[in-house]
């Protein structure tokens, strides 16, 4: 199995590490992540500026590959050819953070594992639960190994039994291996967003404005992906980029958008 590793947290972060010590027992594995934490990018890419691409030691000392673009750029550089390496699977993580219910639409690691089914190959996007993102984390046990060797096992699987054109990510609390409940199937659950608009000024006396500042809710529903990490358990959510609202195909019909087009002066 040929894995190419990516993250958008950048080559410096230690769950990248844990990711690709706990791939390399079950395949080989590239790995090539953004010279820079990436974090909240989505599916960015790069326009109008060569990217570069340069050895990097990471957190253990080993080397990787560092790109100055995007998740999304690292894992289409391979897939064009860079390096010679044709990737059996994507796997994106282990990100410093949840990406639950609807964070996913922002995520820069899921949105490198969305890239695999652009370039034909499954993906898994691998996140661990903690409240403070990188780099901020000192204060915390981070709790890696236990879901890196999970997917793993995972990759395995996905690689055999996942139908074509989606990808799973996976979501675990962070606890020591004893503590974990167990891991389920999940959906994906729903947020609500509480943030303010509040000015602040800069040490010139610039007017900015911080809009990202009150942690978001939830919904509370059985079988999501919050509520799986809530109990204790590893999440696992299937998902696609099939993004037509079939449902509401019908209903538009009715709208006669041809009509629109008609300039009888008539509003």
Same mark, same amino acid.
């Given at each position: 199995?040929?894995?190419?590793?990516?993250?958008?947290?950048?080559?410096?972060?230690?769950?990248?590490?844990?990711?690709?010590?706990?791939?390399?027992?079950?395949?080989?594995?590239?790995?090539?992540?953004?010279?820079?934490?990436?974090?909240?990018?989505?599916?960015?890419?790069?326009?109008?500026?060569?990217?570069?691409?340069?050895?990097?030691?990471?957190?253990?000392?080993?080397?990787?590959?560092?790109?100055?673009?995007?998740?999304?750029?690292?894992?289409?550089?391979?897939?064009?050819?860079?390096?010679?390496?044709?990737?059996?699977?994507?796997?994106?993580?282990?990100?410093? #953070?949840?990406?639950? @219910?609807?964070?996913? $639409?922002?995520? =820069?690691?899921?949105?490198?594992?969305? &890239?695999? *089914?652009?370039?034909?190959?499954?993906?898994?996007?691998?996140?661990?639960?903690?409240?403070?993102?990188?780099?901020?984390?000192?204060?915390?046990?981070?709790?890696?190994?236990?879901?890196?060797?999970?997917?793993?096992?995972?990759?395995?699987?996905?690689?055999?039994?996942?139908?074509?054109?989606?990808?799973?990510?996976?979501?675990?609390?962070?606890?020591?291996? #004893?503590?974990?409940? @167990?891991?389920?199937? $999940?959906?994906? =659950?729903?947020?609500?967003?509480?943030? &303010?608009? *509040?000015?602040?000024?800069?040490?010139?006396?610039?007017?900015?404005?911080?809009?990202?500042?009150?942690?978001?809710?939830?919904?509370?529903?059985?079988?999501?992906?919050?509520?799986?990490?809530?109990?204790?358990?590893?999440?696992?959510?299937?998902?696609?980029?099939?993004?037509?609202?079939?449902?509401?195909?019908?209903?538009?019909?009715?709208?006669?958008?041809? #009509?629109?087009?008609?300039?009888?002066?008539?509003?």
């Amino acid at each position: 199995m040929r894995i190419v590793l990516t993250n958008d947290d950048g080559i410096d972060a230690a769950g990248l590490v844990a990711a690709r010590r706990a791939l390399e027992e079950v395949g080989e594995v590239l790995t090539v992540a953004p010279d820079r934490n990436r974090s909240g990018i989505a599916r960015a890419i790069s326009f109008g500026a060569p990217l570069h691409v340069e050895e990097r030691e990471m957190a253990d000392g080993d080397l990787g590959y560092a790109c100055t673009g995007t998740p999304v750029d690292c894992v289409r550089l391979v897939a064009l050819g860079l390096m010679n390496y044709k990737p059996d699977i994507v796997v994106s993580g282990i990100n410093h #953070g949840e990406n639950l @219910g609807d964070d996913i $639409t922002y995520s =820069g690691t899921v949105a490198a594992a969305f &890239e695999g *089914i652009v370039i034909g190959v499954p993906g898994i996007a691998i996140s661990l639960c903690v409240e403070r993102p990188w780099p901020h984390h000192d204060e915390v046990t981070l709790h890696f190994d236990p879901v890196a060797r999970f997917t793993a096992r995972l990759a395995k699987t996905v690689l055999k039994e996942l139908p074509q054109g989606r990808i799973l990510t996976v979501n675990a609390p962070n606890l020591p291996e #004893g503590d974990l409940k @167990g891991a389920r199937v $999940t959906k994906l =659950g729903r947020r609500f967003y509480t943030d &303010e608009l *509040i000015e602040v000024k800069d040490e010139k006396g610039r007017l900015g404005y911080d809009i990202y500042n009150n942690p978001p809710g939830r919904h509370e529903e059985e079988g999501t992906d919050f509520a799986a990490v809530e109990a204790g358990e590893i999440s696992v959510t299937p998902i696609h980029l099939k993004l037509t609202d079939e449902a509401g195909l019908e209903e538009l019909e009715s709208w006669d958008v041809k #009509g629109l087009l008609s300039n009888n002066g008539s509003s």
